[in-house]
Structures are given as C-alpha cells and as structure tokens.
C-alpha cells in the first residue's frame, strides 16, 4: 500500500517532466515568458499537482475525475511544445525528451484510471431497485 502520492510512479514520472520542462523554458527569450512560457510551465505543473489533490482523500471515483483533468493537462502540454520546437526555442533531441514523457506519462495515467474504474463498484449494483430488477429479469 503507498503511503503518499509521491510513491506513484505516474507523479514521479509527471514531475519529473514539470522539472524538465522548467529548465528548458528557462532558455526561452524574454519575450515568450508571458506567453509561450508561462502557458508551458501552467500546464506541466497541473499534471503532478492533479495526481496528488485527490489522492489523500480516497474516494475514488473523485480521484478518477482529478486523473482525467490530469490526463487532459498531459495531453494538452504537447502543442505548445511542439510549437515551441517549431519555433527552434531548443533542439530537436529536448523535443524528443519532452514528446516521450509526455506519452509515458499518457500511458500511465491510462493504466491508473483503468485499474481505479476496475476497483470501483457500479453504483447501480449496489441500488436495491436495480438487484430486484435483476431478479425478476428487468432493466433499470
């Protein structure tokens, strides 16, 4: 059993990645830093803090809606990347770093919310109305 979030793979994964990501926009000119930067750096930042904000308070089905904005986050980090990589604000192989954590952290989150939703019961089995209904053969 883990005893905090940091013990998730996919948090050390995504912060490692905000990590990474700060230090590559550190290099942008100043006038990207209110812009191109900022949105970079808000967007890196919410994946590992959307991971954590709903872990301590165990209800899962909240925890799975925070990994879904999380994974969202992840997901929408990438175009403001690629434009930046467009934009030769870094090298090509900082790109392929980035472009990689961004699907590895992907594929986590996926696998996390997969085995969260497996864990979880369907609240209509635990609904009286819908085990009566499944007795007599009818559909809720």
Wanted: with cysteine.
């Amino acid at each position: 059993m883990l005893k905090n979030y940091k013990e998730l793979k996919v948090w050390q994964r995504a912060y490692q990645q905000y990590l990474e990501v700060y230090k590559i926009t550190k290099r942008f000119s100043n006038e990207e830093r209110y812009s191109l930067t900022s949105q970079i750096r808000r967007v890196a930042g919410s994946v590992p803090s959307d991971i954590a904000e709903e872990y301590g308070r165990k209800k899962t089905p909240e925890y799975i809606r925070f990994l879904l904005i999380a994974y969202g986050s992840n997901c929408e980090m990438e175009t403001p990347i690629l434009l930046s990589g467009g934009l030769d604000y870094f090298e090509i192989d900082k790109l392929m770093i980035l472009k990689e954590g961004i699907g590895e952290v992907e594929r986590m989150l996926k696998a996390l919310i997969k085995s969260l939703e497996k864990s979880t019961r369907p609240l209509e089995s635990s609904n009286p109305l819908h085990k009566m209904h499944q007795l007599i053969g009818r559909r809720t």
